[in-house]
């Protein structure tokens, strides 16, 4: 038996658990060229709600009905895909489900070779895509020089965290922005944060912003887009860097976006914006990934994660995470037979 998770319905907004069901299928039978995977660990991604609505973006949507489609740490089953052996880990987007195929067309695919010290999760968050959108962007995009004042947003999130850490460990001054009290204190407790602000205690963003950053942001890591972004055009220093990671403020409502009201200062304070997907810059992340382990190693990144447990509750998990009720990287741990 192949337990899958489909989609029932598409969100209204904010993913519920219900728009998601487990359903029985069976375990399919790699064709040449083909190999099957267990699923290990599911890594929830947010660019997945952008997936759920029947619209086409950089990815198909997923049809009612059709298996949600997420990366995820696996172990090879069955092979008869050259140079992939059963045993080995890989890393790849494939599905929520117990079983996978998985061939040369699926994105992401890479073998692990995972150090035995470090948790199996870890190489899908803080040493895997996470830490390596959070390395990438910031220093191939926003060109992170030491001394920067760089402000992060989700900042207690899967990437945000880590974008934390590496631009602290580059000698930047770093200003996180985060939507809880708890993220607020575990920020300053866990991480080499210089502020941190909690945007849902902020009534004026720009006016806190500016308190934050009073000679300006040289580099701003956006995760969230929206009205954050729209602040934080107003908090750039001259020559600023905004480094389009995510909009997942945006997300649960896409087809209304919010509005900006304050672009004109890209032209003004002279910004660069670029946008990035990590798929992209494929080539940066073997050094990303071995910078991330080596700091890993030495103890100087905190790694923060959120697992949940079984494969049959990947719905109610990635309905918390898109309503921001959880810290670190949110990952299901798959469970099941075998
Ligand atoms: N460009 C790429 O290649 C790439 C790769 C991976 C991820 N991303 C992007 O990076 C961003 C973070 O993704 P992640 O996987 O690391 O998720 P995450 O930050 O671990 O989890 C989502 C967090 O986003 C915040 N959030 C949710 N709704 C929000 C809203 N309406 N307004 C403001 N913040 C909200 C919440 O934190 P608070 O409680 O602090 O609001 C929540 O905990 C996403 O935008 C994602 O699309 C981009």
């Known amino acids: 038996m192949n337990r899958q998770i489909v989609l029932a319905a598409h969100p209204r907004g904010a993913p519920q658990p219900d728009d998601f069901q487990l359903v029985e299928g069976t375990i399919p039978e790699p064709g040449p060229g083909q190999m099957r995977v267990r699923n290990l660990y599911l890594s929830l991604e947010a660019a997945i709600r952008s997936w759920l609505d029947g619209t086409p973006n950089y990815f198909a949507p997923i049809p009612l009905g059709g ?4 990366p995820s740490i696996a172990r090879v089953e069955a092979s008869r895909m050259a140079g992939y052996t059963v045993g080995d880990l890989v890393f790849g987007l494939h599905q929520w489900e117990d ?3 998985s061939d040369a067309n699926t994105v992401l695919l890479r073998k692990l070779a995972p150090n035995r010290d470090f948790p199996l999760s870890w190489y899908a968050g803080a040493l895997g895509g996470s830490g390596q959108t959070a390395y990438v962007g910031l220093h191939r995009i926003g060109q992170i020089q030491s001394g920067d004042t760089v402000l992060v947003s989700a900042a207690a999130g899967a990437t945000g965290s880590m974008a934390c850490q590496i631009a602290a460990l580059r000698g930047c001054r770093v200003v996180g922005v985060v939507g809880s009290p708890e993220k607020v204190s575990t920020l300053q407790e866990q991480m080499a944060v210089d ?3 909690n945007y849902r205690e902020e009534p004026d963003l720009a006016a806190a912003l500016a308190r934050a950053c009073p000679e300006g942001v040289d580099v701003y890591f956006d ?3 929206g009205k954050m972004l729209d602040a934080a055009l107003t908090a750039m220093a001259g020559g600023g860097r905004i480094v389009g990671c995510g909009m997942i ?6 087809g209304s976006p919010t509005p900006l009201y304050n672009l004109w200062q890209v032209i003004e304070r002279q910004l660069t914006m670029q946008g990035f997907l990590l798929y992209s810059y494929l080539d ?3 050094a990303a990934a071995m910078q991330l382990e080596q700091w890993v190693k030495e103890g100087r990144i905190q790694v923060l994660e959120n697992i949940a447990e079984d494969l ?6 990635y309905s ?3 309503t921001g009720t959880t810290m670190g990287k949110n990952l299901v741990r798959v469970g099941g037979a075998g």
């Open 312 to 317: 049959s509750v990947a719905g109610v998990a």
């Open 195 to 197: 502020a941190v602000l």
């Open 284 to 286: 940066d992340v073997p």
């Open 320 to 322: 918390a995470m898109m």
């Open 249 to 254: 403020s945006d997300y649960n409502h896409a």
């Open 99 to 101: 079983y996978s195929l």
């Open 223 to 225: 995760n969230v887009g």
């Open 67 to 70: 298996v949600i489609r997420g």
